[in-house]
């Protein structure tokens, strides 16, 4: 689920799913406004994705340092 599979296509991957959201954290936002942002718009994912895989996505881009939280505001971190 997190690397693309012969199960797991490409554009389902929690990494490309990721980057997908970092492009799209370009200033310090809420989860829930973050959610709004990549729900609204498929084309940034090119895949509908359901909330569970949003939050798991977030848990994989916080554990592995790519992203921080600061009194409940997501930002990209300074690594």
């Known amino acids: 689920m997190i690397l693309p ?3 797991i296509s490409q554009n389902r991957a929690l990494f490309t799913i ?3 959201i970092l492009k799209q954290l370009n200033s310090p936002m809420t989860v ?3 959610w709004e942002m990549i729900n609204k718009n498929d084309d940034i994912t090119n895949i509908s994705i359901h909330y569970n895989t949003f ?3 977030l ?3 916080f554990t592995i340092g ?3 939280l600061d009194r409940g505001l ?3 971190s300074k690594q």
Request: proline share 0%; glycine share 4%; no cysteine.
């Open 5 to 7: 599979t012969k199960h």
């Open 18 to 20: 990721g980057a997908n």
């Open 32 to 34: 829930s406004a973050l």
């Open 55 to 57: 939050v798991l996505t």
């Open 59 to 61: 848990d994989m881009l």
């Open 66 to 68: 790519a992203i921080d």
């Open 74 to 76: 997501l930002f990209r």
